[in-house]
């Protein structure tokens, strides 16, 4: 990102043309306004190109959701949409600051820049804050791509001493970022440098954001456990008069799929448990799951390759992805790839919006080279939509 | 990183035109100075020293393929791991040469030197992104190198799940590599719009535009909205290889037909951004080399425009055969076919301006010829592959070999060689042999065709592509093939000794550099002609004189100097409406 | 089409004259309308619309894209061209997924597992996505 915008620090002043630009100017545009137009354009060519690079994810979402759209409405309960809605409107608003940064820059209020440009940062500590909480989570019960997808409906919230702390891996770095800044604060506060100070203090607070965002996600989703995820997976009837969404026809067959896909993906597979399970009439999936494997394991018998544990387990696996009629995995695949390349974008935003920050501090904007902020505008706004569209595609499926 | 070799500081004084003291050659010393560049002449001297490189590379790789079968068993690869010594070879011959030499052959190492010149400006739109893209270009080279030490990779170059995911060979580190050249490509294309939407100097309306850009400026937008899907492709292809994500590996029910269209939604357009260069560099040849304005201009500028917009409907046609439903192979043949419609105008007009004009048979200009018959022999042949019956047959054996490298070596590799040839002396200011020029067209011409003609035989007959071994019938074929492919090399070796020849490079053998280049030693209108070769560090000491880049009525041929002058009237800004000169709608009417 | 081209028929070079701040009222005006269309596809999603479900949600979407797009990213008052090649970026991953998604569509058949082959005792029960082609 920051390589894009031709900023007035390249110095090519050995051949001493051009002596009336103005240092913001590069040396090979003629006026700021061509700059500012050039800039312009390649940053909205830049957004074309994020644009195709997340069609990419999109298509593979409409074409799975498409095939198995039974999947994607069971899976999407997995999700909390309150954490999804909150996340929404942080972003929301962190798209406001930053219009109103752009704004603040062309009308040189200097001190509004840094505000708005913080607040933005903020805004954006928040939003992976909540994200590192939903991550945890299902990180916690299993809930992973298709090839690592560890979901068991028996036991959906496995003891946290039997996995990594995720949630202290995320949260890690953020952390050194924090003591890292506090440290800068501190230092630049003694030693009395006004310039470091000024921007350590508004990045402190942004730093201590991710932790707002990480208990606001915890305290959110620990309201959310007892309504709904214990429940619904424990007992698919539970379903029906705990979720607030949805209606009650629907639940046996929407909470039969995540669960039958997620025994489908447990090698080997825990038969105790699709008993369990199957004991319930409306759970017609496992049920028939279940007949399938013991069909499976009978003719298993008479095959070559009987006492086979690794290739009979392959075997059964199949064939109760085809009960299912495949796994949930290709869900959270699609989940995670969507909103972890999501957060990728937010995390360089966040890089970028840091630059911007450092020359805020510097008032290095005017009104004529204010493109730089309205550059990483552009750019946060995209990052923006596109998860306006995100949000209702995995969160609000029903 | 050519520095070293170039002739640094020898400039010698000539009065007949304006000869600044130092050029963007020597305005600045050391190797840290071409590192640290952002002007982009010298970050283009520096992608063709690099495209150069990976090319020769590639090339050593396809003779190593071509001895390999010269004989039915195998001649080269022998023992147990034969077969998987030459999948890994021609995975790594497509794979550079596509994804290192070609694509960013034309855009970055030509049209990062001339696109500022011809527009008059002083640099691209963005210089740090400019070495910004060539460093990722050098980085996703370095993926790829290790991607062969590491342990090979024997997907071809279009990694095809599910092989690709279950392969173990270097999957990763080569997609890591093609994704990092994406963005070096992304960055080209984006760097080459803005520039020229943003910094056309007065007067150059958009149909004042050397063809060259226009060409330039579809394959840009090609790079732009078709290489994030490759992006987002190798992402998710590294993604199931590490993580079984399940959207392409059947193994865990995704389809890998997805994979297919997703990588070809690519490919395909970026098989326009290796041709439409080349498109651009042969309109202003052609036009230039035959002294005549250029025949039917709008439709060539146009037809470049709808090649690189057609060429994201057609992408199917690579899958006709991979499961695809029935109906949309018939929508994507029927699409395809559309495609040819601008190429063969382009042929065309190439055609009508040649007809009636004072042909010079340079060496460029024999690039240039060769170019269009070779490219109309690999254009027509995508008919037959287009076609849905014929395809079934044809699919996956030589004759697509032969139809594809008719398009891209001798299509794109000749006409850039037939643009290096063109633009040299105003790169390094040093005219070449001449006749040195000629015989590597020659030879690169008869080479080429016995390389592949032979091929599109072996096609038709039925061998199949990417086999270590064949039956004994195909043998004679094979062999003159081989044959072809030699006599190829030596002519690409005779066309390299000649270049470096003329800049210096054996003088120490006895071997005299070449003579000082004017400025225009062509004749040719458009604006890099206006400035002194090499280009002073700004490109021009002063704003020049923009008028219509086809029209060549007021230069003149100064034989006692060898250049080409310009004559009264002198060229002055002509005002907005399109020029109608004279001399150069008379043949128009015929 | 040249109107973007080239700096010299622009305006004078100082002054506000590229730069168009937008009001404050204006950004309040339109965070409001976003927050608020966000509560209502939130909202929305306890009812049961059926096949319309996707659509609504992807309408009220666009609408809140649409809106960012025009104040928050300047649309309205960027140069046209701009607009044009973003807006343009949306035609071609149209094409990208129509054809993507149609193509597999029609040949879901071929991948994805056909129960009534596998285990035709336990084909009928539960099956309604598995593609139903013979």
């Known amino acids: 990102m920051s390589t894009i915008e031709a900023s007035p620090e390249v110095g090519h002043d050995e051949h001493g043309h051009d002596h009336d630009h103005p240092p913001f100017l590069a040396h090979h545009f003629d006026t700021p306004e061509q700059q500012f137009d050039s800039g312009k354009l390649g940053i909205w060519l830049f957004l074309v190109t994020e644009v195709l690079f997340f069609s990419g994810m999109f298509c593979a979402y409409a074409i799975f959701r498409a095939l198995r759209p ?52 903020s805004c954006a500590m928040i939003f992976l804050g909540v994200k590192a909480i939903e991550y945890s989570h299902k990180f916690g019960m299993g809930l992973l791509p298709a090839g690592l997808f560890a979901y068991d409906p028996s036991n959906p919230h496995p003891d946290p001493a039997g996995h990594p ?3 202290a891996y995320i949260c890690a770095p953020f952390a050194l970022a924090l003591a890292g800044v506090l440290v800068w604060l501190v230092v630049s506060a003694v030693t009395g440098n006004k310039f470091q100070f000024a921007i350590a203090k508004p990045l402190s607070v942004v730093c201590v954001c991710f932790f707002v965002g990480v208990g606001l996600g915890t305290f959110l989703e620990s309201g959310e456990e007892s309504a709904d995820h214990v429940d619904v997976h424990a007992d698919p009837n539970g379903l029906a008069t705990a979720s607030v969404m949805l209606e009650a026809e629907e639940s046996a067959a929407a909470d039969a799929a995540p669960a039958i896909a997620a025994s489908g993906a447990m090698i080997p597979v825990d038969e105790s448990v699709l008993e369990i399970l199957a004991t319930d009439p409306t759970n017609v999936g496992v049920v028939s799951g279940l007949n399938a494997l013991e069909q499976q394991t009978a003719a298993a018998g008479t095959s070559t390759v009987t006492g086979d544990g690794a290739i009979l387990g392959a075997i059964t696996t ?38 911007l920050l450092v020359r805020a501090v510097r008032q290095d904007f005017n009104r004529q080279y204010f493109g730089p902020v309205d550059y990483v505008g552009l750019y946060w706004h995209l990052v923006d939509l596109i998860w306006i569209y995100l949000f209702p595609l995995l969160y609000l499926i029903r | 990183m050519s520095a070293g070799s170039l002739p640094s500081g020898s400039q010698v004084k000539d009065p007949g035109y304006p000869t600044p003291s130092e050029n963007y050659l020597t305005n600045s010393k050391g190797i840290l100075s071409w590192i640290f560049t952002l002007d982009h002449k010298r970050i283009g001297v520096m992608y063709l020293v690099g495209v150069t490189l990976a090319f020769g590379v590639a090339g050593l790789l396809a003779l190593l393929i071509r001895l390999h079968l010269f004989q039915p068993d195998g001649m080269v690869f022998q023992g147990e791991e034969a077969n998987n010594w030459y999948n890994q070879v021609f995975t790594l011959h497509g794979a550079i040469m596509v994804f290192l030499f070609i694509i960013p052959s034309v855009p970055a190492a030509l049209g990062n030197f001339l696109v500022p010149v011809m527009l008059g400006a002083k640099d691209v739109a963005f210089p740090r992104l400019n070495l910004c893209s060539f460093y990722l270009w050098v980085f996703g080279a370095l993926f790829f190198v290790s991607a062969l030490c590491a342990s090979g990779l024997d997907t071809g170059w279009t990694f095809y799940t599910p092989y690709s995911t279950t392969t173990d060979s270097s999957v990763i580190l080569a997609t890591s590599g093609a994704f990092i050249l994406g963005f070096s490509s992304i960055f080209t294309g984006l760097n080459f719009i803005v520039t020229i939407n943003t910094m056309r100097p007065p007067g150059m309306t958009w149909f004042r535009m050397p063809l060259f850009l226009w060409a330039t400026y579809a394959t840009s937008i090609i790079q732009v909205l078709a290489t994030p899907v490759l992006g987002i492709t190798l992402l998710l292809l590294i993604a199931e290889r590490t993580m079984h994500i399940g959207i392409f590996d059947p193994e865990y029910n995704g389809d890998p037909v997805t994979f297919q269209h997703f990588f070809w939604f690519y490919s395909h357009p970026a098989v326009y951004i290796m041709i439409l260069p080349a498109f651009g560099i042969i309109s202003d040849l052609i036009s230039v080399h035959s002294h005549k304005r ?26 006709f055969t991979a499961g695809m439903s029935s109906l949309t192979t018939i929508i994507f043949s029927a699409l395809t076919f559309t495609v040819s419609v601008p190429s063969a105008i382009k042929v065309f007009n190439w055609l009508a301006t040649m007809y009636k004009g004072s042909i010079s048979l340079t060496t460029p200009m024999c690039y240039a010829l060769s170019f269009i018959f070779l490219f109309t022999i690999g254009g027509l042949t995508g008919l037959h592959l287009g076609t849905l019956a014929t395809d079934m047959h044809l699919h996956d054996t030589y004759f697509v070999v032969a139809h594809f490298h008719y398009v891209m070596v001798g299509g794109t590799l000749v006409a850039f060689l037939g643009g290096v040839f063109h633009w040299w002396p105003k790169m390094f200011g040093k005219m070449y042999s001449e006749a040195g020029g000629r015989l590597s067209a020659f ?9 592949f003609l032979p091929q599109f035989i072996l096609g038709s007959r039925g061998m199949p592509r990417r086999y270590a071994t064949y039956d004994p019938e195909f043998a004679g074929l094979h062999q003159m093939s081989t044959y072809g492919s030699m006599l190829l090399g030596f002519g690409l070796l005779v066309a390299l000794f000649v270049l470096l020849r003329s800049v210096g490079a054996f003088s120490r053998f006895g071997l005299a550099c070449g003579k000082k280049a004017p400025a225009n030693p062509w004749g040719g209108a458009t604006l890099e002609w206006q400035c002194t070769s090499p280009p002073p560090f700004y490109n021009f000491e002063r704003a020049p004189a923009v008028g219509d880049p086809y029209d060549f009525s007021d230069l003149e041929w100064e034989a006692d100097e060898e250049r080409y002058v310009t004559v009264e009237p002198k060229r002055e800004v002509i005002p907005e409406e399109q020029p109608k000169p004279a001399p150069a709608h008379a043949e128009d009417s015929n | 089409m040249s109107s973007h081209a080239h700096s010299e028929d622009g305006h004078s070079s100082d002054g506000h004259d590229f730069a168009h701040p937008m009001s404050v ?32 949600v992807m309408f009220i979407a666009t609408v809140k894209a649409v809106l960012v797009m025009a104040f928050f990213m300047h649309m309205l008052a960027d140069k046209p061209f701009n607009a044009i090649i973003f807006i343009g970026s949306f035609v071609f991953v149209g094409l990208f997924v129509i054809f993507t998604l149609g193509d597999s569509l029609m040949t879901s058949h071929s991948f994805e597992p056909r129960v009534e082959e596998l285990a035709p005792a336990v084909a009928e029960p539960t099956i309604t996505t598995v593609d139903g082609a013979p």
């Open chain 1, 318 to 355: 199949t064939e109760i992805d085809v009960m299912t009629p495949t796994t949930a995995g290709v869900f959270f695949s699609i989940y995670y790839c969507m909103t972890g390349i999501h957060a990728i974008h937010i995390l360089a935003g966040i890089g970028v919006l840091v630059w």
């Open chain 1, 165 to 167: 702390p995720y949630l």
């Open chain 2, 294 to 319: 250029i025949f039917g201009y709008r439709f060539i500028a146009y037809s470049s425009i709808a090649i690189a917009l057609l060429g994201f409907l057609v992408w199917g046609h690579h899958m």
């Open chain 1, 70 to 121: 039974e999947v994607f409405e069971g899976c999407s309960q997995f999700l909390n949409t309150k954490l999804g809605a909150i996340n929404t409107g942080v972003l929301l608003f962190s798209s406001l600051t930053m219009a109103w940064a752009v704004r603040c820059s062309q009308l040189e209020q200097h001190k509004g820049l840094v505000g708005t440009l913080a607040a933005t940062l």
């Open chain 2, 443 to 451: 030879l690169v011409f008869a080479g080429f065709n016995l390389t």
């Open chain 3, 25 to 56: 009222q204006t950004l309040l005006a339109v965070f409001f309308a976003l927050t608020f269309l966000t509560v209502i596809t939130v909202a929305q999603a306890s009812f049961d619309f059926g096949a319309f479900e996707v659509a609504t």
